[in-house]
């Protein structure tokens, strides 16, 4: 059974730093793209990285650029998002997930599975 534990939320100062995990069972994640999205309340759940070891690739919004680090230990089959400087903005539940192909599909349904997200605010 595929899952997909996020972890690693919480509150935090304007500037301060988070790193979430994606812990992953039943598959390995070096084997697919992992890919974290974010959703505030009220908004769309949007794109923030994705990471891909089979060609070595990794993406990030425009907004977390310079700001944010996607990374992957397949040793613990997990993906980290190391996120510094962060903003009131970044305010959101954050989700992995688990995409097939190579590419960074902004669709949700081209994904196939999700975690349960988890929540990180960021106070001014």
């Known amino acids: 059974e595929v899952q997909l534990v996020e972890s690693g939320g919480g509150l935090v100062q304007a500037g301060g730093s988070l790193r979430l995990s994606c812990a992953a069972s039943?598959?390995?994640?070096?084997?697919?793209?992992i890919a974290w999205f974010r959703q505030a309340p009220g908004k769309q759940r949007e794109r923030v990285s994705r990471t891909s070891t089979s060609d070595g690739t990794t993406y990030y919004a425009d907004s977390v650029k310079g700001r944010f680090t996607i990374s992957s230990d397949n040793a613990r089959n997990t993906v980290y998002l190391q996120m510094n400087s962060l903003k009131p903005e970044d305010t959101a539940v954050y989700y992995c997930?688990?995409?097939?192909?190579?590419?960074?599909?902004?669709?949700?349904?081209?994904?196939?599975?999700w975690g349960q997200g988890t929540q990180v605010t960021v106070s001014s």
């Open positions: 039943g598959f390995t994640v070096d084997d697919y793209t």
């Open positions: 997930t688990v995409y097939r192909g190579s590419s960074w599909p902004a669709t949700l349904y081209e994904y196939d599975y």
